[in-house]
């Protein structure tokens, strides 16, 4: 059983860079791959990014975050980090991290494990 915990959200202005982070207890993360989701107001949950497991060599994000967003993982502390950069008004979200044994994919009911969420708020 994994428990992850995400933190990190608020209220920032757009164009400020907040890091989002997400810690996992009850086993160790480096095995799974993780990834992050947001649902913004009145959509489904959708795809932001995702990194393979143990060195996280592979990497995937959505159209709308390349570029702006990057997700990075530490093993060491059990933790999976979302650096957004450049936010926009459109990022604001409730972001949710979660975690799956084997690739990482884009599609939210491959993940097994899912954090409580946290809102970012972007405001113009």
């Known amino acids: 059983q994994v428990q992850l915990v995400a933190s990190g959200g608020g209220y920032v202005q757009a164009g400020e860079s907040p890091r989002l982070s997400c810690a996992a207890s009850g086993r160790t993360l480096s095995s799974y791959a993780m990834a992050w989701f947001r649902q913004r107001p009145g959509k489904a949950r959708e795809f932001v990014a995702a990194?393979?497991?143990?060195?996280?060599?592979?990497?995937q994000y959505a159209d709308s975050v390349k570029g702006r967003f990057t997700i990075s993982r530490d093993n060491a502390k059990n933790t999976v980090y979302l650096h957004m950069n450049s936010l926009k008004p459109e990022d604001t979200a409730v972001y949710y991290c979660?975690?799956?044994?084997?690739?990482?994919?884009?599609?939210?009911?491959?993940?097994?494990?899912w954090g409580q969420g946290t809102q970012v708020t972007v405001s113009s």
């Open positions: 979660a975690a799956r044994s084997g690739l990482g994919t884009r599609i939210p009911g491959e993940y097994l494990y």
């Open positions: 990194v393979s497991s143990w060195g996280g060599g592979s990497i």
